[in-house]
Structure formats: C-alpha cells, structure tokens
C-alpha cells in the first residue's frame, strides 16, 4: 500500500516493474529524464551514483534496473523529495536508493568530494524570467526555471562529485549547448558524447544528452539522432524501446 496524496497517482514506470508517484499540479516526469537515464552509461554489478534535481526520483528509479549499485538522489523541494521517497518506499528499493532533501551546492561538503563513479542531473533549463513571466505554481518554478539552481552551479557541483575518470550526463536544451560544454571545461569535464533529440525528421533538436568525463582526453562523438514522432505523430521505433523495450 501507498499513502497518496492531493491530486497525486501511482503510475507504471514505463516497461520497468515499478511504479512511481506523480502529480499533474506538483510534478510529472518528461520523455527527458528517460532519454538522460538511458543514455548514460552505468556499471552494471556495481557502482556509486548520485542524481541530482531529482524530482520525484524518476532517474534514481531508471537507473536501479540498469545497475546493481547505490543510487542517491538530490532534491531541495519537500514535496517532491517526499514522493520520491515513498516511491522508493513502495518498490523496496530502500537499501540500494536513497533520496536527500537539499541543496545540491551543499553536496560535496556533506558527502565528499570525488566520491561517486557517477552524476546525472536534468537541471532547470530557462534562465530565470522577469516575477510577471514566472510560473505560478512554485513547484513547476522552480523545477524549470534557475530560480535555486543555475547551470553553471550543476555543472559545478557535479564535477566536485565525480571522481577522476567517473561520468557526468546531462540532458538540456541545444541552445545551451555551448554554455554547457564551456563549463563542462571549466571545471575539469571532458565532454566525449553528445546526441541531438528532434521532435520529427527534419525538425530542428529540441533536446541534447552530453556525457563528459572528469580529467578525460579529448575525444567526442556525436551519436546518430534521436527522432520522437514519425510523420503520424507516432513514436518512432527507437524511442517505442527506449520507452517499453520490446513490449
């Protein structure tokens, strides 16, 4: 049993076993925090992962069927952090998964630095807009917006994280493309993967997944595309497994 609450649901995590808690006025996962825990790479037995602007713990809980390793995942709104937490409650996930209600600046004092193999994190993506153009809701907000979090301090805090030689994977915006890999170099991340996600052929991207690696050579590849939708709107089949695997 789950204890809901308000306008929240438990819904099936796509083709995973699990379930998760979601809410329409709170927070709901996109196609982007499954495009960012399928793309990044994992050690399979084992491993020390952390996640970062967790959400409702959608990659923490991704992740936990790609990998036999520990997984924490960071979240500074209560609500959400809390939702997190009962949905790792619910699957029995507690000894490999665990959430923390906080500042992601805060992280490398209270967990060490160079302590992770590897750090995710799909951050706000807009700078943050004049109080007339904001969202109301706050938890929609701050979820989008760089209101507690710039890109600049994610990118920051996760090379702290990150060991040398460990991943960092992030999914954003391809307009902020060169801001990322510019602090990517700034502070010792070496971007070696990039891949484009548009919406339909011949479509501009709307989406980009970079990984980088802490004091790596150079060296990127630029991975074929990702389309979404065919031309009936439909997914296309790369995306149908992506999301259900072979169902």
Do not use: W
């Not at 982007?32 to 970062?52: E, H, M, R, S, T």
């Not at 590897?118 to 929609?140: A, G, R």
């Not at 701050?142 to 507690?148: C, M, N, S």
């Not at 790596?216 to 695997?245: F, H, M, Q």
């Amino acid at each position: 049993m789950v204890n809901l609450k308000e306008d929240e649901r438990l819904d099936y995590l796509l083709a995973e076993e699990l379930r998760i808690i979601q809410s329409p006025s709170v927070f709901s996962f996109s196609l982007d925090a499954v495009l960012l825990a399928k793309f990044v790479y994992v050690p399979i037995q084992k491993g020390n992962l952390i996640d970062l602007c967790s959400g409702n713990g959608v990659i923490p809980l991704f992740l936990s069927t790609r990998t036999k390793g520990h997984i924490t995942g960071v979240e500074i709104q209560e609500r959400l952090f809390d939702m997190a937490q009962r949905s790792i409650d619910y699957n029995g996930l507690k000894e490999r998964l665990h959430m923390i209600c906080g500042d992601i600046n805060n992280m490398p004092k209270e967990m060490g630095h160079g302590k992770f193999d590897i750090v995710t994190c799909n951050p706000p993506y807009f700078i943050t807009p004049s109080s007339e153009e904001i969202n109301l809701n706050e938890h929609l907000a701050i979820a989008r917006h760089e209101i507690l979090c710039t890109l600049d301090d994610a990118i920051r805090v996760s090379s702290q994280l990150v060991r040398t030689g460990g991943k960092v994977a992030f999914v954003h915006r391809p307009d902020r493309l060169i801001d990322i890999i510019t602090y990517m170099r700034q502070y010792r991340l070496e971007p070696k993967r990039v891949q484009f996600v548009h919406p339909k052929n011949g479509k501009d991207a709307n989406m980009i997944l970079v990984e980088a690696t802490k004091d790596g050579n150079t060296g990127l590849k630029i991975l074929p595309p990702l389309v979404v939708y065919n031309e009936d709107n439909e997914y296309t089949p790369e995306i149908r497994e992506i999301l259900y695997g072979n169902k």
